[in-house]
């Protein structure tokens, strides 16, 4: 059997080990329904406060459609870990360790299981996409707002997957490598931009101008949730073009806060896997006969 063959094998018992799963699909069902909900209730109260006016009503689409972009980034962020946990077993390093007595490499095993949990993160993600028609009703969403958005979404499905399965493995524990990946994403989503608001805030009297600017749009490249609320505005407008997608408008050429994300996303989770690899190589044969 070929190498690209056992690796199919390999991704398919993944696959089918979460779909085994019975949280997940419970999870599923509370993830769309919940979400549709409050789509639909924003959608009534704009009915309710003018149902001649409803249909181009940009500001019941704009409140729908930063919703469904909220709701997806903290998915894609934090769901991950506790998804891919459940099959992680008590010590993932030895669960996962087994699977190299059938000669699948640490590569081939990383990568399976992280291909299958973004395989179920993005087909959660992608189950509300019939939501957004609601803002295309309401002349609200754009396709480069969507595009924006679902690269942001894409982005965290990859990197908070790796950083679950390199926290997992490095640590050797279910419950203290979900911890800390619930833990980071966590801080990327609350904690940075509080901490970012407050640090530029103080430091604004002693900021040249223009910098402050840049300073802000590097630093919302950081965090998925800022990401978000620093393009989707932007792109909201019939002004914007793919020009203004990747980069600022600002007095000189800067990279927009999307092209900062998606790259240290990019690079983040090529690191994460790596390391993951290089910890489940490490296990030795005394790991493996626990």
Request: positive net charge; glycine residues 6%; hydrophobic residues 55%.
């Amino acid at each position: 059997m070929s190498g690209a063959s056992r690796f199919g094998v390999l991704l398919s018992s993944e696959m089918r080990a979460l779909v085994r799963q019975p949280g997940l699909h419970v999870l599923v069902s509370l993830y769309i329904g919940t979400t549709s909900g409050l789509a639909l209730l924003l959608y009534l109260i704009g009915y309710w406060s003018n149902p001649n006016a409803l249909v181009g009503n940009s500001e019941v689409g704009n409140a729908i459609l930063f919703l469904l972009a909220v709701v997806q980034v903290l998915l894609c962020s934090l769901a991950p870990a506790p998804l891919g946990a459940a099959n992680a077993g008590p010590k993932p390093r030895t669960t996962l360790a087994w699977l190299r007595l059938a000669a699948f490499s640490p590569a081939q095993i990383v990568l399976a299981r992280w291909l299958a949990i973004c395989t179920w993160i993005g087909i959660m993600a992608a189950s509300l996409l019939p939501l957004f028609s609601l803002a295309f009703l309401l002349r609200s969403a754009s396709v480069l707002a969507l595009v924006a958005l679902g690269s942001i979404v894409l982005s965290a499905i990859l990197l908070f997957t790796a950083l679950s399965l390199a926290a997992w493995i490095s640590l050797n524990s279910r419950v203290s490598g979900t911890a800390t990946a619930l833990g980071v994403g966590a801080a990327l989503l609350f904690l940075w931009p509080l901490s970012c608001n407050i640090t530029l805030a103080l430091i604004r009297p002693m900021l040249p101008a223009g910098l402050e600017t840049l300073l802000t749009i590097t630093l919302a490249g950081f965090s998925p949730l800022m990401t978000v609320a620093f393009t989707l505005p932007a792109q909201l407008s019939a002004t914007t073009d793919w020009t203004n997608l990747f980069v600022a408008s600002t007095p000189q050429p800067w990279p927009s806060a999307l092209s900062i994300h998606l790259s240290l996303s990019a690079v983040g989770t090529a690191v994460l896997l790596w390391i993951a690899t290089r910890g489940l190589r490490r296990v030795g044969e005394d790991e493996l006969e626990c």
